[in-house]
């Protein structure tokens, strides 16, 4: 089954690009190649690109928080688990302090250091890192593959309260909605929204061997969705000879 999640909003949206750039970092370092590890590096500055552009610190903390008190609505209940649910708590309020606790915005203690900003300068230009514009930069690539892994985990960890308390506040949010098939006659879909209650993550899952490809749009009280199948020339089309079943998750 193939994933597709949608957000519902700017801040999720964001959230969702930092954990999909997170995640390719934490592949590419673990390489050895120096191509590997130059767009590690590239990937780590894209991360500050993002983290910087909204104040996604005080979202997630309102997250957080907000997830904290819901957990802690549900203590003395006979029905939860106490151990459980101490666990989760711990963990929020972990990542939380975590998070809280770092200084600035995120990436502020790699913009400190004036050699990586000078590779972050170029970087965006075609061709711009090669062995004349930025010899230290040609030498490091051939240091020794521990030393570069030693090096790019060393900077990834000024990020890492940040992945943290992103990875838990989004784990949070996807185990909070509740998957139920679907079915999309003639490859369309709509649903509405419940009034009342605020979505912030769709989450849809098809079966890859249908060669169907959805595409998505929402607001707060209606989701729309279109099944696509590409045809000879790579262009989507509304598959209208299918009544398509996926699985539909709402997460709030």
């Known amino acids: 089954m193939i994933l597709y999640e949608y957000p519902f909003n700017e801040s999720i949206r964001t959230m969702l690009r930092l954990e999909h750039l997170f995640k390719r970092l934490e592949q590419l370092a673990t390489r050895e190649t120096p ?21 996604i610190k005080s979202d997630l903390l309102k997250e957080l928080d907000r997830y ?16 459980v649910l101490q ?25 400190a250091n004036d050699w990586l900003m000078s590779i972050r300068s ?3 230009i075609p061709g711009g890192t090669c062995e004349f514009d930025l010899p230290s930069y040609y030498a490091w690539q051939h240091e020794p593959p521990v030393r570069r892994q030693a090096d ?21 949010l996807r185990d909070a909605g509740v998957p139920h098939m679907v079915a ?9 929204l419940k009034e009342g209650r605020t979505y912030l993550l769709l989450r849809l899952r098809i079966d890859p061997s249908l060669g169907l490809v959805p ?7 209606m989701v729309s969705l279109r099944l696509m199948r590409q045809d000879a020339d790579g262009k989507p089309k509304l598959a209208t000879d299918t009544d398509a079943g996926f699985e539909l998750t709402l997460c709030a």
């Open 87 to 111: 666990q989760v708590l711990q963990r929020i309020d972990n990542a939380y302090q975590g998070l809280n606790h770092l200084q600035g915005k995120a990436g502020q203690a790699l913009s």
């Open 68 to 83: 904290k008190h819901q957990f802690e609505s549900y203590l003395g209940n006979p029905a939860i688990q106490e151990a």
């Open 35 to 55: 191509v590997d590890h130059h767009y590690a590096l590239a990937t780590l500055f894209e991360i500050m690109d993002v983290a910087s552009r909204a104040d």
């Open 215 to 221: 595409e998505i749009s929402g607001n707060r009280l």
């Open 184 to 192: 999309a006659p003639g490859g369309q879909f709509q649903h509405s």
């Open 122 to 124: 170029r970087i965006s």
């Open 152 to 172: 790019l985990q060393q900077w990834a960890g000024t990020l890492g309260p940040l992945y943290e308390a992103l990875s838990l506040m989004l784990s949070l």
